[in-house]
């Protein structure tokens, strides 16, 4: 069984920054492909950024330039690192795990995920 924890969310004014991380647990980690997603009240669940067994990167058009999806496989651990953050990018930001069968940006394609952490941008 896979367990992944986030850690680094908190409240940051427009225009900085915080970097997101998810610890994981199990040997299997350096394969599986990793994903952030965001949940904002009274919005569905959005993809915003992937990252492959081998590196390979994807980020919602939103986020382009901005946001950067790294992976650590001697800590077991994938981060998120948030720059020029907007009011816009309040949500539940959730790690999301797993050996895909499917697109990196459809949620139900990751067997794994976390509980969330809240990042809140105010303007």
């Known amino acids: 069984q896979v367990q992944l924890v986030e850690s680094g969310g908190g409240l940051v004014q427009a225009g900085g920054s915080l970097r997101l991380s998810c610890a994981a647990s199990?040997?299997?980690?350096?394969?599986?492909?990793m994903g952030w997603f965001r949940q904002a009240p009274g919005k569905e669940r959005e993809f915003v950024a992937a990252?492959?067994?081998?590196?390979?990167?994807y980020y919602v058009d939103s986020v382009k330039g901005r946001f950067t999806i790294s992976r650590d496989g001697a800590r077991n651990t994938v981060y998120l690192q948030m720059n020029s953050l907007k009011p816009e990018d309040t949500a539940v930001y959730y790690c999301a795990g797993g050996s895909l069968l499917g697109s990196y940006q459809t949620s139900g394609n990751y067997p794994y995920w976390g509980q969330g952490t809240q990042v809140t941008v105010s303007s």
């Open positions: 990252i492959s067994g081998g590196g390979s990167t």
């Open positions: 199990g040997r299997t980690f350096r394969t599986y492909a």
